[in-house]
């Protein structure tokens, strides 16, 4: 029996499109000699559908007789892309059916089942009928390769567009509009009788899962080798109630995704891992083997044969409830009411707050951020603030505790514990992605709280930070650099989180004093903002710093970028940009070593991101250096601190290196 289906991460696994090939076979004729074409190799012919749809009604093309434009869209119940757009169709079906166009969805894969259909039809609100394509017939005839596919016929059904609805969604990006609507400005000028003006646009979306001939000599089965591959590599999230789009964990389910799975892996968008191999050695690694990789290959190329399936390996034991070593002592709504996502179009970055009423400082033993909706909640950052305060660049400095797609609770080492100082208040970042289904959701935050006589290190978490930047129009790779404060004694680096917004192209972070490299990410992506655990702690030199050095792609072949005509700034929301170079430290409680204590580190980053912002509300002309004619007299005795040479001229890198 199936699993019931969830929403899915549009980012999870959106995938390119396969070449263009001819429409022949019994459904679609060549046009007559002497009748018009839109393009080359349109204006075939449609002669015919024969389909029922999940209600058990069939639907022929006699059926459309009416109307002058029919548009078959190919849909996937549990393809993120079909489940966005199919609103954008339905939307497209209310406005245009005045003027004479008809929608029909179009359901090929094997896997998607008449009950899958019409729990879809019914969740996405859709009213133009939805057909389940057996056998993948008429996808066969019109050569339909993915889930969205659109095909746009006139009244003699005649094609005369195919490929996306727009351009929205692609390969691991999410516009916050589209830059062209190729659907519907076809459906405009067919309406207006004119010719198309592009007849072909790629589709990007998830291969159509097609029953394929088995080989009866294939050495690769899902039962002898593939089931434990994704057991150890995909079923984590791939698996009811986890953030992926569809489980693998039943062979029914992964045949029809076999063509796509060896897809993502080949492309290397899964499993989702960014660290270059030759810098670290990191204890949360996703990687897969070549070998594992071609088994997958091959598996896909044989037609996924099933193999024996009475003894499969077990899947990974799933986390219910809380992944904390314990229930937690203290629950935190993220929100304070439930929070709904609408069904598409951009959400700003939300903020929240709640008091934890806190009368003493509080050591952390755990901590988790526990979406209430997975399939909508991009990531969360729980900072601590005092009382009132604004989550300014201090704030960058460090989080409390973050959750991103993927995420896992690990366990800190012995006698660790991260602080929450007493009078503090929580500010929550969220980041909603939309569905193309409204959603609710109500996060939580978990706290297991440790004994203050048992913590011997504290886990602080600072950063090379660099608010001030300017990305120009079109730069392709505009680099952005970010020194962090000094180390204190005995600290020892435990992770990195790099964190850029969608112009992000590249990030790496080095000793100064060794030149270490010790993460390079060669190809950020904005939608797995992994942290980058050490399989061993990395003891630090006291007084060393972080360096931290990123790119941003502004141009037009960043298909993620918003608009390649602006002069990007720092700026909380996704079409601004951040350049933060989080580091998670274990550092000796006070007392234990010499040197700055982690308290005084604290101070520290507060104090240099007080200086810095104070140094580019004063330097007007923006030319990162300062005269003290320039600068306040109450801040002359400051400025002869921070003037390390003695010039009488006040750089930006004076002020940030103190």
Avoid at 500 to 510: A, D
Wanted: one cysteine or more.
């Amino acid at each position: 029996m199936k699993m019931q289906r969830r929403q899915p991460n549009v980012n999870l696994i959106v995938s390119a499109a396969s070449c263009f090939g001819l429409l022949v076979g019994s459904w679609i004729a060549p046009a007559a000699a002497d009748e018009p074409v839109a393009a080359s190799a349109f204006g075939t012919q449609l002669t015919r559908i024969d389909l029922d749809d999940y209600r058990g009604r069939r639907w022929q093309l006699e059926d459309f007789q009416s109307d002058s434009i029919l548009v078959v869209a190919f849909l996937g119940t549990e393809c993120p892309l079909a489940k966005l757009y199919a609103v954008r169709l339905q939307s497209m079906h209310d406005e245009l059916s005045g003027a004479g166009v008809r929608i029909i969805g179009v359901m090929s894969n094997r896997h998607d089942s008449l009950l899958d259909i019409g729990s879809f039809a019914q969740r996405q609100n859709l009213t133009f009928p939805i057909v389940k394509d057996a056998g993948g017939r008429l996808a066969d005839q019109l050569a339909a390769t993915r889930t969205p596919e659109v095909f746009v016929f006139d009244a003699k059904r005649r094609l005369h567009y195919r490929g996306r609805v727009d351009d929205q969604y692609g390969i691991g990006y999410v516009r916050d509009e589209p830059r062209r609507h190729d659907l519907r400005a076809a459906l405009d000028e067919l309406i207006a009788g004119e010719p198309v003006s592009v007849p072909r646009a790629e589709a990007v979306g998830c291969i159509i899962g097609r029953k394929k001939t088995v080989h009866s000599d294939a050495s690769v089965t899902y039962g002898g080798q593939v089931a434990a591959i994704l057991n150890r590599h995909c079923v984590e999230c791939h698996r009811e109630g986890e953030i992926a789009p569809f489980a693998l964990t039943d062979y029914e389910e992964v045949v029809g995704w076999a063509d796509m799975i060896a897809e993502v892996v080949r492309d290397q968008r899964m499993p989702p891992w960014h660290a270059d191999p030759a810098h670290g050695h990191f204890a949360n690694a996703r990687l897969m083997s070549d070998e594992e990789k071609q088994l997958l290959y091959d598996w896909a190329e044989a037609g996924a044969p099933a193999g024996d399936l009475s003894d499969l390996p077990v899947p990974p034991a799933k986390v219910a409830g809380w992944q904390l070593p314990r229930e937690p002592d203290l629950v935190f709504n993220v929100s304070p009411e439930p929070f709904e996502v609408p069904a598409e179009g951009a959400v700003r970055y939300q903020y929240f707050r709640a008091d934890p009423k806190l009368d003493r400082d509080v050591w952390i033993e755990a901590a988790e951020l526990k979406p209430g909706n997975r399939s909508v909640v991009h990531h969360i950052l729980a900072f601590a603030v005092p009382k009132g305060q604004r989550r300014g660049l201090d704030g960058a400095r460090g989080f409390l505790v973050g959750y991103v797609p993927g995420a896992r609770v690990e366990p800190w080492p012995a006698g660790h514990a991260k602080r929450i100082p007493a009078g503090s208040e929580l500010i929550f970042q969220v980041h909603y992605t939309p569905i193309g289904t409204v959603a609710i959701d109500q996060s939580e935050l978990g706290i297991c709280i440790k004994e203050d006589a048992t913590v011997t290190h504290e886990i602080v978490t600072t950063s090379a930070v660099q608010p001030r930047f300017a990305i120009p129009p079109g730069k392709a790779d505009h680099p952005v650099a970010a020194s962090s404060p000094k180390f204190p004694a005995g600290a020892k680096l435990l992770s990195m989180s790099p964190h850029m917004h969608v112009r992000g192209k590249s990030f790496e972070y080095t000793i100064e004093s060794s030149g270490e490299r010790v993460l390079s990410i060669p190809q950020y992506d904005f939608n797995w903002q992994t942290t980058y655990v050490l399989e061993q702690p990395l003891p630090l030199k006291e007084g060393d710093r972080m360096l931290c050095r990123a790119t941003f792609d502004n141009s037009a072949a960043n298909l993620n970028n918003p608009d390649p005509t602006d002069t990007v700034t720092w700026g909380d929301q996704t079409w601004d940009e951040m350049m933060i170079g989080y580091y998670h430290l274990s550092v000796p409680r006070d007392g234990e070593a010499s040197g700055p204590t982690a308290a005084e580190l604290r101070r520290a980053a507060v104090q240099r991101a007080v200086r810095l912002a104070t140094f580019d509300r004063i330097d007007r002309d923006k030319d990162g250096k300062l005269t003290k004619a320039q600068t306040p007299r109450n801040l002359h005795k400051v400025f002869e601190e921070l003037d390390a040479d003695g010039d009488g001229v006040l750089t930006r890198q004076e002020a940030e290196t103190k």
